[in-house]
Structure formats: C-alpha cells, structure tokens
C-alpha cells in the first residue's frame, strides 16, 4: 500500500472536479443515482482509510512502550501508509459532501454505514498475511450480510423527494444546539471521577454531533464557494466536526472499545435520517409496502451496524481503537 498516498491524490482531484460543479436547484430533484454512486465511494475510501491507518499505527506501536504517544505520533508522521490514509480520509470527505450535494441526506448517511462492511472486508484481505492477526469471525461476517442487504432494501423503497438543497436555519440550529447539549452533558457525567459508562455517554455526544455534522454539511455545499466564508453554517460545521472528533478520542480512552463504537455507528446515520424531514424537507415513498420496506430496512441496518461493531470491538485487542467510518468532516474515526 505503498502508492496509497499518490492514488488518494488523484482521487482528492476528481472529487474536487465533482463537488464544485453544479447541483440541483433548490426544491428540485436531486440526482439519486450520482449520489448513491458518490456515498459508496465515500464509504469505499473511509473504507481504505481505517485499514491502512489502523494497520500501520498497529505495526507502528509494536515495539514502543505502553503509552508513549508522541513517539507513535512522531512514527506515524513519517510513514507512507499512514500519511496514504490520511489522503483517503480526505478523499472520503470530498466524496461525501459531494454526494449530499447532489442527493438527499436520507439516502447518503445511511450509505456511508456500509463502510464497516467494506472495512471489514479489506482488513480481512490485509490480515491474511498476518498469522499474529485475528480473521473476522462467522458473526462478523453474518453481521455485514445483514448491514448490506437491509441498506438495498431502504435505499430501494425509501425513494425519496430531494427536498430542499438548503437546510431551514432555525430547524437546523435547534438541531445543532441539541447536539451541543448531550455533549455538555456528556462531558459532566465523564469528568465525574467514579461515573459509570463515561465512554457510552461520550460516543452517544460523538454519535450524535457526526450526525448533525452531516446535516450541516449538505446546506454548505449547496453554497457556492465563494460564499463560503460568509455563511454560518460553515463555521458551526467546522465546531460541529471538531467537538465530535474530540468527544469520539475522548470515549476511546474513557472505556472498553465495545461501549462507544457501536453506539457512534448507529446513531450517526439515525440522527441525519430522523432530522432530515424537519431540517431539508425530505419526504419517504409513501404506501404500505414501501413502509414496510423502511421500516425493516431501517430496523436491520441498525441491529447489524450494532452487532457488527460490538463483534468487531470485542475482538479488537491491540489497544489501537479501530475507526469509526462515516460521514462527518475526516480525517477522523482513526485511533
């Protein structure tokens, strides 16, 4: 993985091309299919991006002491593969916030939770060649199937209305205050020193900060660049992203791995999906059948997200937190 770095740089290229050409109107169709298109190459790259960085802090942690962080950091600056995934995270942001510019919010966040499947996948393929490494297990696997096939089953029946490329601002400070909120109180419940579950509290504040992060970036790419700086949301964007960031960091050293990833992986995507209607105006297929195909769509991909990142948590024994793939400003969700 050596080329990861230059390939991650053409990509950041075309990614670019895409997010600056211009998306639907407001209040029009957006283009499903390019969006669905960009979410899954979104959740590729964030995808790569766990892996390589998550394998070479491993190898890179190998031989240092417990705890001597800034030796790993000093190690990780100065490796290829790690430096490689740096540029896919960034890739992977690229192609998220393209993709909402062009589909709804409903449809992308939702994708993007397959990036755990396609993690998986590819760490099994780069473990392989390990036998100190642990293989993904039958329920991993059996996990994956379900986050995969229950995520085709909503997008197919979910066909919704694009709704508006701009989000309505009080709806969406409100949602971003509330998000604010956990995280204070998130923040309290951890800095008590005998408080129970202080790495739950924090992913459930990191969970749902990415979430509205998400929310926040669809309405700045609908701007055009240049009135970037002047639009509010970008700056609650960019606190939105870092306080989530922080929060996640915060819940991996506050408690076992398998309390605070699978709540992130679950709440991101139902976040920006439940506030979707009120924020853009998106509105689901109606009709029984479709309904139902929501409804169990839903219901599976988060009972597979869950299982599949607890399995995955539980297994992780290197004591460098895995990533946590998904759809807020990256380079985040690497240990």
């Keep these: 993985m050596l080329d990861t770095g230059v390939r991650a ?59 001597a962080v800034l030796r790993l950091v000093g190690k990780l600056v100065r ?24 589909g709804p919010v409903v449809v992308v966040q939702p994708l993007l939770s397959g990036g755990l499947v396609i993690s998986l996948a590819l760490g099994a393929l780069v473990d392989r ?44 400070l409100l949602c971003a205050g509330g998000a604010g909120t956990v995280m204070v109180l998130a923040a309290l419940w951890a800095l008590r020193p005998a408080a129970p579950h202080k790495a739950l509290a924090l992913g459930l504040a990191a969970g749902g900060g990415f979430g509205i992060t998400g929310l926040l970036l669809k309405d700045v790419v609908a701007h055009p660049p240049a009135e970037l700086l002047t639009s509010w949301t970008t700056y609650v964007l ?49 009709g029984l059948l479709a309904g139902a195909g929501q409804l169990v769509g839903v219901v599976g991909l988060v009972v597979g997200v869950a299982v599949l990142a607890r399995r995955t948590a539980a297994r992780e024994t290197t004591g460098v937190p895995l990533a946590v793939p998904a759809p807020a400003p990256a380079p985040h969700r690497h240990g």
Excluded at 79 to 99: D, E, K, P, T, V
């Design 238 to 286: 960019l606190a939105s992203g870092a306080a989530s960031i922080v929060f996640a960091q915060w819940a991996y050293q506050s408690g076992a791995l398998i309390e605070s990833l699978p709540v992130m992986a679950v709440l991101e995507p139902l976040v920006a999906v439940g506030l979707a209607a009120p924020v853009y105006g998106e509105i689901l297929a109606p």
């Design 129 to 172: 060649r390990h036998a100190d490494r642990l293989l993904p297990e039958r329920g991993q696997w059996i996990a994956a199937g379900v986050v995969a096939v229950t995520l085709g089953l909503f997008v197919v029946s979910a066909r919704p209305q694009h709704g508006s490329s701009f989000a309505d601002p009080e709806a969406l």
């Design 9 to 67: 740089g053409a990509l950041d290229a075309h990614a670019l091309e895409v997010l600056t050409a211009q998306g639907p109107p407001p209040g029009q169709q957006g283009h499903l299919g390019v969006s669905i298109l960009l979410a899954l190459l979104s959740a590729c790259a964030f995808a790569v991006s766990t892996v390589v960085q998550h394998r070479a802090a491993t190898n890179a942690a190998a031989d240092l002491p417990e705890g």
């Design 79 to 102: 490796n290829r593969s790690w430096i490689g995934g740096q540029g896919a995270a960034l890739c992977g942001f690229l192609l998220h916030a393209a993709a909402l510019k062009f």
